[in-house]
């Protein structure tokens, strides 16, 4: 995306990429976070005054203006080197127009205070507003599978900064051996299924976000399949089917009548992989049935839906970030993960046996907390573009090694039975070895 620089009336640099000068006269901007931040080069001062200039006091032309006037020592110094000067670091993620509007209510404004700034600082993309990002946010369909330790914590992290619609769906009840670790649960809900105590948590969070559920066991590939095909209830038509699972006296799932904003969202901008379907984006944060990893690459490769998915293997904490036709796929990666660890299994050997495979999930609120967290990262940042990142990737840490961060990366494979150059195996294969090897939610 390209914004002309005079189409910003009162350009200025980001407060968050505050520059500064080095004692060799460089411009530094854009903060010392590795990713973020620029040096450039300065030997006639005159970027520094370009820099100094950009406060959002003065439009496009006046700065040029300044610059050239501060400089008359520099005689070759033109207006097209400061406004290209300027452009270059409009590209660059640096500027912002101070005299954009906000175009949220007042109380959006309050409630997302912190959050834009950080959106505006990890953006390095060319902005006309900083509420760019959150207007995407806001206007995305989410559907989380699992609403336990992972799937809590990214709902929570997902409906306070302020996701459009969250589609909440989990089969169980609440137990006692979920305290432990799962953020949407009390004491009080105990015997009460997780669907309907994670809506009661999550719309008293943040009453702004349309949150929806069904109490749902996803059983086979179609199951999921048909969940991103009919989107969520408020959006039907008809009743739900019968034959779907919901617990006797549980409340009306559906949107609060005040909720959707659809108004508000004319002319918001789109996010970054749009979606034909009911759905932008699939969160999956569930460990059953074991193939349910495999079963979602291949229907959100049907659907052409993006997808996040987080979980444990003990200590190991990651989360994958998949979109169709955008690098590898999460069994290319699976695959290139295996021949990375060098497992030395025997010709057939499944690579389950790697891993131990309990009846129970050992976990701590510290490794949902962080599965979670790092699934609504990766979740905001394919629905905002805030950070860009390149899909097709797990990413992560262990907790065993904190100095040492986990990256997953593989280039797609030709051979892959899902995304690879041979006939595909469609949605509904649900083929290949079980995932026991795979992270838990
Ligand atoms: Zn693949």
Redesign the pocket.
Known sequence: MTVPVDTLRRPRIKPEHRPYRTIDGNVRIGSVIHGIGAEIEDPQGWVWTLVETMDGTREPSAVVGEVLRAHPELPDLTAEDARQAMADLLDAGFVEDAAAPVPVSERERLRYSRGVPLLRWMDLGPRTSPWDAQLRLRRARVLLVGVGGTGGYAAQSLVASGVGRLHCVDPDVVELSNLNRQPLFRESDLGRPKVTAALATLRALNSDVTVTGERREIRHPADLAELIRTGAPEAQSEPKRAGTPQAPNEPNQAAPPQAPNDPKQAGAPEVPYPSRGSYDLLVLAADRPDDIRRWA?RVCLAADLPWVDAGYRGPLVTAGVHVPGRG??????R?GEVARRELRLAPGQDDGVASPHLPWNPATAVTAGLSGGLLAHAALALLTGVPALDPGFRFGMNLMLPGDPVLQRSP??PD?????DGPVDGATGAGGATGAAGERA
């Open positions: 690459n590898a796929c999460w069994e290319c990666l695959a797609r494979r892959c039975p899902v995304c690879g």
